[in-house]
């Protein structure tokens, strides 16, 4: 695979190192930063799986409900764009995780399987969990929802317990998975300075220092390429003896255009993660009804379980084949085989994922977004029945669905051409980019009419 340093003019957007400002300095060098939001961040999160457990049993009344998928799950995403994956420095399962291993921790390395397949591991929780939250109703159950987030604890705790640093977070965690891809596309950018870290011979961001812990996440900001694994924890800026570390701004989906080491479970991961938002919207069309009972006539079943597998199976494998095919009409027209071609390219959805996720989840954010207060004011007997829970009109929201989808498949369509640019040259570049607009513009087009249609409520 080929990898070229990124060329381009700096601008107040692009490169400007956020550490020169002298306050965001301090803050991330404090030893404050980041336990002061990560245990209100736990206090929250301990609230939630009580009201999610303990509270009122249907999701319309629940605040735990409300807190998880009308209001953090909308965001996050935005959050990756913006942030990178600032939300893992933060996230309560990376506290609960420390806290674990400060006390019983064995912090054994990390299983070389882990290593090895952990992203396919991560590809494939990520599917069971939405097919799951499906068939079992997790996200309109209350406590569905406190089940899922318990059974994930358990999972941190027993990661926590037997292995180093945050192994959960780097190999298994699904969001994880999630936050790696969005964070290249996403605006920040945390790195060593080249010339600094070639005459270091400390390796103290890596292996920790009295000031803080080693990086948690197994980088090594010497070498350190891409966004999609560090969580700007703050830990390497205040281990680093020599100042080396960077934090600098850049124009989203710029790490995309030139993917140091592209593996092709991430490229899988985002041509799934498509097929997932396609899955959610679909099954929230007022239309879902009729495609059901047409499923039923053509399965002879009136079964959810293989009805909706079906339905699940046939949308994220579809962007995977339209993938796939693009990347066998590029083959007749570059040199690069199958899976090069699918690898590199694959990552050039992640910017129309990253906008459909968002466009996606501003329906529930946006809609239902007073519910958040409505559940709030339950828990001290303030009533309002019939209240609406939209915050803007149906209209507002549709336009800027529509709005974000222009701008992913731009973003995504960039992508492909700076792709096919880097690797390969005179009319090439132009053969193999078609395949890939095509590809981009049938997807983008899927999503804009699936956003046409009227979607039922979750709260
Ligand atoms: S970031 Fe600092 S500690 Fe790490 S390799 Fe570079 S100079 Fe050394
Ligand atoms: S590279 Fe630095 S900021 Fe990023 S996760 Fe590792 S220690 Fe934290």
Not at 2 to 15: E, R
Not at 228 to 246: E, F, H, M, R, T
Not at 313 to 322: E, K, M, Q, R, W
Not at 386 to 413: D, H, K, N, R, Y
């Amino acid at each position: 695979m080929n990898s070229q340093p990124i060329k381009s003019a700096p601008s107040w957007l692009d490169g400007r190192n956020l550490l020169n400002n002298k306050w965001i300095d301090r803050f991330l060098r404090s030893h404050w930063y980041p336990g002061i939001i990560q245990w209100p961040t736990l206090i929250v999160f301990v609230v939630i799986i009580y009201q999610l457990l303990l509270g009122p049993s249907t999701a319309h009344d629940n605040l735990g409900t409300a807190l998880t998928w009308v209001l953090w799950w909308p965001i996050i995403p935005i959050i990756f764009l913006f942030l990178g994956r600032f939300w893992c420095a933060i996230c309560p399962f990376a506290t609960i995780n420390d806290f674990v291993q400060n006390f019983v921790g064995n912090n054994r390395p990390v299983p070389h399987f882990l290593k090895k397949y952990g992203v396919w591991i991560i590809d494939a929780s990520f599917i069971f969990i939405t097919w799951s939250d499906h068939v079992w109703g997790v996200v309109g159950s209350p406590v569905g929802s406190g089940v899922l987030l318990l059974m994930l604890t358990t999972a941190v705790v027993a990661s926590g317990a037997f292995f180093e640093r945050r192994t959960f977070c780097r190999h298994l965690c699904f969001l994880g998975g999630l936050a790696g891809n969005y964070a290249q596309a996403g605006m920040l950018s945390l790195h060593g300075t080249p010339d600094i870290c070639a005459k270091c011979t400390t390796a103290s961001c890596y292996k920790g220092t009295e000031k803080a812990p080693g990086c948690p996440i197994f980088e090594f900001p010497k070498t350190m390429s891409s966004s999609a694994n560090c969580v700007l924890c703050g830990d390497c800026i205040k281990n680093c003896p020599n100042g080396s570390i960077q934090l600098t701004l850049r124009p989203p989906t710029k790490e995309l255009w030139f993917v140091h080491k592209p593996r092709v479970e991430a490229a899988f991961l985002a041509a799934v993660i498509m097929g997932i938002v396609f899955v959610q919207n679909v099954t929230m069309l007022e239309v879902w009804t009729s495609i059901l009972s047409w499923l039923e006539s053509i399965t002879g079943t009136s079964s959810y379980y293989v009805n909706f597998s079906i339905t699940f199976l046939f949308a994220i494998t579809l962007p995977v084949t339209l993938l796939g095919w693009a990347s066998f009409v590029a083959t007749k027209s570059n040199n690069a085989s199958f899976v090069d071609n699918f690898t590199r390219f694959g990552y050039a959805i992640i910017a129309l994922d990253l906008a459909a996720h968002i466009a996606h989840n501003l329906f529930h954010m946006l809609a239902e977004g007073k519910s958040i207060i409505y559940t709030g004011m339950a828990i001290f007997g303030v009533d309002s029945i019939g209240a609406s829970a939209a915050l803007v009109s149906t209209t507002t929201i549709q336009v800027m669905q529509f709005g974000l989808i222009g701008l992913g498949f731009l973003g995504s369509l960039y992508i492909v051409y700076r792709v096919a640019q880097s690797n390969h040259q005179g009319d090439v570049i132009l053969a193999t980019f078609k395949p890939y607009a095509i590809l981009m513009a049938g997807l983008a087009i899927l999503n804009l009419v699936l956003f046409t249609l009227p979607m039922a409520m979750r709260m």
